[in-house]
Every structure is written in C-alpha cells, then in structure tokens.
C-alpha cells in the first residue's frame, strides 16, 4: 500500500473559472516541465499562507519604488542652457509631495 493522499478534482466546463483553469492545464498537456499536482499544490499552499493574488504585483512595485528614489532628473533648457535662475528650488516638502505622486501612479498598475 503506497503512503499517498488522493483528491479527485472534477471540474465543470460551463463555469467560466472552472474552464479557465481545464484550458491553462490543457495548454500544458504536452510540457514535461510542467506539473499539474506540483501547480495545484504550490497554489493551496499559497492560499493556507494567506499569500495573495497579487504578490507578484506588489513585489515589482516595490522594486520600481526602490529604483525611482535614485534616479536623478534633468530637463534641458535648449534656449537658456546656462540660466538656471529661473528654475526654483524645491522645498523638502515639495520634494516628498512629488516623490509620493510618483509612487501613486504606480498604483494604478
């Protein structure tokens, strides 16, 4: 007697998500690199740890977050390349208040 644990999964094709998942499966069919039991289990384990849909989602953001507070912004000035009086500095609070705007947008992906 082997030492397994067996589910049955049956699912429905008329069920929009239970025919998402029959079509990303049958997609694999001929991948050897691919598992279903492997997928399946690594998605429950997700779930039991409360990881969510959108950790992927949430780690390229913060490393998007962590590369645009090193990069530095030049806009030449073609016609006063040398006048630098007219551009104003901005405050410590401006500079915050831009830098949040900036990690705002990313928001919207």
């Known amino acids: 007697m082997k030492n397994e644990y067996r589910i049955n999964l049956r699912m429905n094709p008329n069920k929009p998500k239970?025919?998402?998942?029959?079509?990303?499966?049958?997609?694999?069919?001929?991948?050897?690199?691919?598992?279903?039991?492997?997928?399946?289990?690594?998605?429950?384990?997700?779930?039991?740890?409360?990881?969510?849909?959108?950790?992927?989602?949430?780690?390229?953001?913060?490393?998007?977050?962590?590369?645009?507070?090193?990069?530095?912004?030049?806009?030449s000035n073609e016609d006063n390349k040398n006048d630098t009086a007219d551009i104003p500095e901005l405050t410590e609070e401006q500079l915050a208040q831009n830098e949040a705007d900036v990690l705002d947008v990313l928001d919207m992906f």
């Open 18 to 75: 239970q025919k998402e998942i029959i079509d990303f499966f049958n997609e694999r069919k001929n991948d050897d690199s691919f598992s279903r039991n492997e997928f399946i289990i690594e998605a429950i384990l997700g779930r039991i740890h409360g990881e969510s849909s959108n950790a992927l989602l949430d780690d390229i953001r913060e490393v998007i977050r962590d590369e645009i507070k090193n990069i530095s912004v030049f806009v």
